[in-house]
């Protein structure tokens, strides 16, 4: 079972935007890091972005310019705004403590279609 349960996740049409979100019942700052991931049917886990302890973030090329990752250190929330959706970004949307990605949480569906 993982350390965050993740939620928002809803059916959007193509060019849409949508916030989901991850919260943990821990202090978020006591991760190193955590990663948002996603898993479409048939594909390979996908890693979209990494948060530093000190609330840096890292995109890597599927993410970078269409998502944003914030943070909310009180509330132990996780965010990732996702703009300009596409079908192919349908998925389960995960995040997980990056020092141990063998806990992953039940994820939240995202569906981009018309």
């Known amino acids: 079972q993982g350390q965050f349960v993740e939620s928002g996740g809803d059916l959007v049409q193509p060019g849409g935007s949508l916030e989901i979100s991850c919260a943990t019942p821990t202090n978020i700052l006591r991760f190193d890091a955590v990663a948002w991931w996603r898993h479409a049917p048939g594909r390979l886990y996908e890693l979209l972005a990494t948060?530093?302890?000190?609330?840096?973030?890292n995109y890597t090329y599927i993410a970078e310019g269409r998502f944003t990752v914030s943070r909310d250190a009180v509330q132990n929330i996780l965010y990732l705004q996702m703009d300009n959706l596409q079908p192919e970004d349908t998925a389960v949307y995960y995040c997980?403590?990056?020092?141990?990605?063998?806990?992953w949480g039940p994820g939240t569906q995202v569906t981009v279609s018309s």
């Open positions: 997980i403590d990056a020092g141990d990605p063998t806990l």
């Open positions: 948060v530093g302890r000190s609330g840096a973030v």
